[in-house]
């Protein structure tokens, strides 16, 4: 759905951006056009020189595509506000409480309030905050707002976004745990709870590696502080001053950050602007439309797929052209050869005559300024030069006959291109239909934790944080399974399920890699690490005497049995295909990943981030799938990715999967 109102943050980036360079400017000028509830005000000043545009419960922001109107008519705002603000410079344009409402102060006193929120109006008010002229009366329950009345804003309200952006994040943590717990999941979260706008919330989820429709019950505490520094990042990126258009068919968002979430994806087109007020014009330039609705005959759901067809069509018809057209001049150039006696004649005669039109025989020869045009029986045309002998008009045909060719096999070459981009074009909406299945799949309990399946087809889960690690232990470990740790401070709690089956050393092997992969020792960089494994039974909540035990805190009595060598710090990470033909991230050692993926690449820790690592999985595992499976890495959200990268990261190599498959009810029982 197109965005027809600009949010908090797209207010205040601009206040802070483009509203600093409109002080002092002269207002030159005012106009209104009632039909769009819009004031348009020239402004000089040395840094501006496009209209300012303020248009009610929508925008404001310079133009450079709106028009002022030709026709003056009378309203009582426009003539009130030139009256008393016509001449004068702007002293101030600032926010008004925690809400989408700017106020623009002039030096003698008066002022205008833009309502950008919905049902908003536009005031102008005396320098007693009296109101002078509005766009329309607004009767509402909390407020009345007509002339020679002070003008009232809307109820206050705490907006979250307004302390990140001042950097009062003193008590952030506890204020976003409030708010974000009025949510259903994590989107509406912050949206609804915290009132951070929705295109701010999805990003800063995104960047975070959270899905947005997670339940917010599933929240750890490292996911809300993730949440913070991406919208912490966010908000520093936005005040940059530049602006991104996200394009579906036509603009739909405008953004002061940069859309990872789109452009990761490759899911819409996104295009850089500066300074954002320009992403805003063209934004808000658009009429209100909803997406095209896509029907059975649109096998690409996407206009682009048509343009491209037609291009095809026309790349083909040139290079058609071009190929007839060679064949004539060589045809022609064979002619004037054959017949080298009388062509040299015609040259001469040619060369002779000042006539603008010759007839010699069956031979027609007119004079366009610096060529003459020879026309032969047969339909045959051709020009010629005033000097060329017969030699260098052969030469030239057949250079011009070359050249021709050298455009059909250009023209040839780029339909090639346009059929790659629409196989691409293909592959891209085969991905977009398919994330839906893997957003609307079933999730199962084991998935809120680190998990992976042993090459015996055992369960092994691992807690992601301290709370967690003392669920898997209560919660998860049975009589006969096995618990799993590595000899490090901050690693997961593993529960290898053995239910009726005997494990192997495989089995304890690729349990034992989520404890080390996951554990701090991915981000010292280490090479390897211990782990030991120990029964149930030897598992317990209850420190020895006169000792404490901290929370999450897990006491194992008894010999550790440690793996014959130390555990590499290396992971592999792999979509594998589940009973319903739907794509799922899987973790776990190489060899185990490897029976059960399609496609996996191995990451060891280093030098980027797991966004950036999330990225270049999906390009890796694109280019090494067949034809049929390339749409796959792209339908996997990235925030299904994210959570499984242990840190920051290199990958190490790609390899096609066995694909077994994997049966995630199997693993419930």
């Known amino acids: ?23 002092n400017g002269l207002i030159s000028n005012i106009y209104y056009e009632k039909e769009y509830e819009r004031l348009i005000l020239k402004v000089k000043s040395n840094l501006v020189k496009d209209l300012l545009v303020i248009e009610a419960g929508k925008r404001i922001h310079l133009s450079s595509r709106v028009v002022t109107p030709s026709d003056y008519k009378p309203y009582p705002l426009v003539v009130l506000a030139r009256k008393y603000l016509r001449g004068d410079r702007i002293q101030d344009i600032s926010l008004q409480g925690n809400d989408r409402i700017v106020k623009i102060t002039g030096r003698r006193g008066y002022s205008i309030i833009a309502e950008l929120i919905p049902r908003g109006v536009i005031v102008l008010l005396d320098d007693k905050d009296s109101i002078i002229a509005l766009t329309r009366t607004l009767r509402l329950r909390d ?40 949510g259903k999941d994590a989107v509406r979260g912050l949206i609804r709870g915290c009132r951070i706008p929705g295109e701010l919330a999805e990003e800063a989820l995104y960047r ?31 005040f940059a001053g530049k602006g991104w258009l996200i394009i579906q068919e036509y603009p739909i968002e405008a953004d002061p950050f940069k859309p990872l979430r789109h452009i990761e994806r490759g899911d819409l087109t996104v295009q850089e602007y500066s300074p954002f007020d320009e992403a805003l014009d063209i934004l808000f330039a658009q009429p209100v439309r909803e997406p095209r609705t896509r029907t059975q005959d649109d096998t690409t ?90 030699d260098s008009v052969i030469l030239r045909l057949y250079r011009e006959a070359g050249e021709l060719e050298a455009k059909a096999t250009r023209a040839e070459q780029v ?31 084991f998935e809120k934790y680190h998990w992976t399946v042993t090459r015996n087809n055992l369960l092994a889960i691992g807690g992601r944080d301290a709370s967690q690690n003392e669920a898997v232990v209560k919660k998860h470990l049975s009589q006969n399974d096995l618990f799993l740790h590595a000899n490090i401070h901050g690693a997961p709690a593993v529960v290898l399920k053995i239910k009726d089956k005997t494990p192997q050393p495989e089995d304890i092997f690729d349990a034992a890699v989520i404890t080390a992969a996951y554990s701090r020792a991915w981000k010292a960089g280490a090479g390897s690490i211990d782990v030991y494994w120990v029964t149930a039974s030897q598992v317990s909540f209850s420190p020895p005497t006169g000792e404490y035990l901290a929370k999450g805190g897990i006491m194992v009595y008894g010999k550790k049995n440690y793996l014959p060598k130390p555990v590499p710090i290396k992971i592999a990470i792999g979509i594998a295909i589940n009973e ?42 694109y280019e090494t799938l067949n ?31 066995y694909n077994k498959g994997i049966v995630l009810r199997d693993l419930e029982n």
């Open 1 to 23: 759905m197109a965005r027809k109102s600009m949010n908090l943050l797209d207010i205040l980036v601009w206040l802070k951006t483009t509203g600093d360079q409109l002080n």
């Open 143 to 182: 407020r009345v707002l007509k002339p020679k009345i002070n003008y009232i804003p809307p109820p206050a309200q705490e907006s979250i976004i307004i302390k990140l952006v001042e950097s009062k994040i003193e008590n952030f943590f506890e204020n976003l745990v409030d708010c974000i717990r009025s």
């Open 208 to 238: 975070a590696g959270i899905d947005k429709q997670r339940e917010v019950g599933d929240l750890r505490e490292n996911d809300l502080q993730a949440i913070i520094e991406a919208l912490t990042e966010i908000v520093e990126e936005s």
């Open 301 to 390: 759901g996407d206009s682009e797929y048509y343009r491209l067809l037609k291009s095809i069509e026309e790349a083909e018809k040139r290079a058609r052209e071009y190929v007839l057209e060679a064949e004539k001049k060589k045809k022609i150039a064979e002619l004037v050869a054959k017949h080298y006696q009388d062509f040299d004649k015609l040259f001469d005669i040619i060369t002779r005559n000042k006539a603008e039109k010759v007839t010699l025989g069956k031979v027609i020869v007119t004079r366009l300024n610096d060529r003459y045009v020879i026309e032969l029986p047969n339909d045959i045309k051709f020009d010629y030069y005033h000097g060329e002998t017969v």
């Open 415 to 445: 339909k090639e291109e346009i059929l790659k981009r629409i196989d691409e074009l293909k592959i891209k909406v085969k991905a977009r239909e398919l994330s839906q299945q893997v957003r609307r799949r079933k999730r199962f309990w």
């Open 580 to 621: 319903e033909g739907v794509p799922i991230v899987m973790t776990g050692s190489e060899e185990a990943i490897h029976e059960k993926t399609l496609v996996y690449s191995v990451l060891v820790p280093g030098e980027h981030s797991k966004s950036e690592t999330a990225r270049i999985l999906k390009n890796k595992w």
């Open 627 to 657: 034809h049929e499976y390339k749409h796959i890495p792209y339908a996997v959200p990235d925030e299904e990715i994210m959570p499984r990268i242990p840190g920051r990261s290199r990958i190490i190599r790609t390899k096609s999967g």
